[in-house]
Structure formats: structure tokens, C-alpha cells
């Protein structure tokens, strides 16, 4: 960590007022985490294989907007490990255009396995799992 | 004030875990946002012929998620006006299916216009609009 | 059958044209057909439940696109069972806005299975499925 | 041409079946094309500017999808000039992982610019822009 995602913003990423319409931004984040699982040798089904875990959503999101952005802006997503608690964590993401911060934001996931009775349940962070990411 | 939006959870608006995939809240988030603008008889269209603004884009947003929702569910947006601000404005969302709180989110947004030199900049909510919207 | 889906197009539906964003149109087709099983008491949770099918993927999907919708229009999508195959089955779809034909579509789905190597493979359309959806 | 884009699928262009949901491979076709646009030095802003159009929306478009992606998947999309009509071209895509052909696809595109009654209507292509992109 930290660790770079890119993405060039697509014509169809895009609202009618021309720039990136914000929900695409939190897919980003989402396929930045997961770039970086990649790049870790992991990936949610290599997570369940591995760890017996059903995966990792969200119980957290947010983000500020300080730039808009625009088809054809080649975007650089920073994701930083900001904190592991006990049985989730918390990813920072920081979106840039070359020296212009786009946004800054965040995602908390947690590490969900099926309990008792068979709905989602969360359960502690493996240590393998932190440091394979750190 | 409040405002109620529906929405059926698709097929389509599911990951491979068949849970909403996160980002999809966002979209209802702004779905329902321009539902209200639909129930006051506006929209951005006519927003920008009425009071000459360019848009309402986002500078802050965040959810915080409670329970999952799969495909088929119906799922109730209530959207809440929040705070005025003078150039900004805050908007509550709560997405319940049924009895259950799947999650509580809000967006920031302004009022943007054209600065002198043609890029957004922020303007005070007219007061109509507010009256409008209330 | 057919059987009539409606969607109300969202604002972040629109390209920077102001026009719904093509490949949105499969994804309400899909949405279309996902609504045709509902109203049969079905879902893809309970085909595989009840037929041990894995899925009804796509192997073909074309439209022809007749006029432009923008964000805040009505549209209804009206889906025909156009053919039975052995295997597959074809939907037709047409999008329109009151009077205006928006678009002429089709899907063409397989009946998926876990072949022996685990591999999706296809096989006959259950009778029964036939009768529900008809 | 041809012109070639890569793409790696991310975990939310996927459904429950694991499998990209096929609306997500026009998106990629459009951003394909996009990606041509800009190898050439051109973009819709660029098309507006440059030659008064006001868009190259799809009038049709399709797709035999053959075998199935999943998340991590790196694909490569070739994009074909197929035809160049009056008011309208037809490009194919070719849709790979490695040597496994995924999908083949279209789009016919057309040449739109604003009629006398502010409606979009279709134009000769211009042969500067015939020129650009063979």
C-alpha cells in the first residue's frame, strides 16, 4: 500500500451536464479494491476458496466531490489501507487528473461469513488476509 | 417533504454475492432526488430554463448500510430535505424494504452555475426553488 | 403473454446528449424479463430452486432504435414470446413512449446447466417452464 | 483500424451468475469507439466543434455472445470499420480473452446533426471524418 488504479472516464460514464455522474465513482472504488486484490494474487472467489469468507461488503461509503471530471480525463485512484479493525476495514480512496484532486472518499467493508443460520454474519479479520494486503 | 420513491430491485442491480451492488443505491439515491424535482413539476431541464442553472451536482455524499437487498425486493426511497444552505442544500435518504432499514444515506448538493471565466461555480438557492421543494 | 414492464427514465439513464445511454436499453429488456417471471411466481433464485437450471443467459441481442427518450419520460416495454426452441426461446421487445415506438428488440436465452465438466452447457426448455411463461 | 481496446471486467460488471451481464459489453462497444476517437485525435466535444454534428447515436446495434467472461478477465476489443454508408457507418466488434473468441457485435451508427426544427435528423459523413478514422 498504497496502491494505483487507472481509468479513463468513458463517454457513457458521463451525465448530461458532460462530466462523470457520481455513483460511477463508487464502482471505482469498488474495482480499485478489487485491482488491488489482483494484485495481491487475490479475488472475491479466490477469497472464498481461501478464507471460507462470502466476501466483503459494504457497511460504510462516502466521498467528497472537489472537481468534476469528463470523458477522455485519464483519472489516477489511490487506495490506502486506513484502518483495520476486528472484523472489518477501512479504505481510503483519493481520485486524481494528473495534480488536481477529483475526490477524496472512503469505503468501511467487513468480513462476512454465513452464520448459523445461514444469513451473512461478520467474523474477524483473518491476519493472513491483513498482511497479504498490506 | 418527505418524498417516496420505489424501486424494484433488479436482476441486473445485483452482484455475484446477489446483493445490490453498492454503487446502485447512489443511482436511487439520484433517481429519487429527480423524482421529487418530477413531483414539483421540475426538472433539470427545466431548472436550467427557469432559473438558469447549470445543475445540482453533488460535493458530499455517504451511506451507511444496514442490510442487504437482493433481486425482486421492492424497495421505499424516503428522501428528506435535510438543511439549507446558501448556496447548498442537504438531502436525506433512508431505503427500508418493508419494516427492515437496508440503509441511511444523504447527498450534498449546489446550485451551480456559469462563472465569469465559463466553469461551475456556486450561486445562493433561490429562494423559489426552496419554496418549491419544501 | 406479452407482458408490459414500465420505467420512468432517470436522469443518470442520459448520455451528455440528454439521451438514454444505448446499452441501458438491454438492461431495462432484462429487467423486462426478470418482471415476466415475477409476475409468474418465478425468479432466476427460483428456477434453479425448482429446475435446477443455473441461469437463462443471452446467446443474441440486437435493437433497432427509432427515436430518442430523455430522462423524465414515461416508457412502456412490451415483451412477446416470439419462438420455443429446444434449448432456447426468443423475447421480443418493444420500448414505447405513448404513441412513439422508441425501439424493436430481442433476446435470445439458453436453458444453462452444470454440464459433467462443470462448464455451463444447455439443455431442453422444461415443459413445464414453457406453460408458466406462456 | 482495426482498433484494439482492453478492458479487464470488474467484480460489478458481473451478476449473480458470476458472469459480465451482457448490457455492460455495449457499454465497452461504446467505449471502444470512444477510445478510436481518441487515438485519432477526436472525441464527441471534438465532432461537435470541429464539424457541427451533434452526436453519432446507434440506429442499431447487436451481438452473438459465445462464451461467457468473469471478473479478472482481461478482454480485448477489436473494432472494425464495416461499412460506411451516406449518413451512417457500421462498425463490428470482436470481443477475445486470449484465443477465445467471447463475442462478436455491431453498431451502425449515424451522422446527426439538428434539423431546421431543432430535432436531431441525419447528414451526409463527412469525408475529412471517413479520412480520420479508416
Do not use: N
Not at 14 to 40: H, K, M, N
Not at 82 to 89: K, V
Not at 113 to 120: E, K, M, Q
Amino acid at each position: 500500500m498504497p496502491h494505483r488504479f487507472s481509468v479513463i472516464v468513458a463517454f457513457g460514464d458521463c451525465d448530461e451536464a458532460g462530466i462523470v455522474f457520481y455513483p460511477t465513482y463508487f464502482y471505482w472504488f469498488d474495482s480499485a479494491f478489487q485491482d488491488l486484490l489482483r494484485a495481491r494474487g487475490l479475488s472475491q472467489r479466490k477469497l472464498r476458496a481461501r478464507f471460507g469468507v462470502r466476501g466483503t461488503p459494504i457497511v460504510e461509503a462516502g466521498a467528497t466531490f472537489r472537481a468534476p471530471a469528463t470523458y477522455d480525463d485519464p483519472l489516477q485512484v489511490e487506495i490506502t489501507l486506513e484502518r483495520w479493525g476486528d472484523t472489518s476495514f477501512r479504505l481510503g480512496y483519493r481520485v486524481t487528473r494528473e495534480q488536481t484532486v477529483i475526490l477524496d472518499g472512503f469505503e468501511v467493508r467487513v468480513w462476512a461469513v454465513s452464520g448459523s443460520d445461514g444469513r451473512l454474519s461478520t467474523a474477524p479479520v483473518p491476519a493472513e488476509f491483513k498482511e497479504l494486503i498490506a
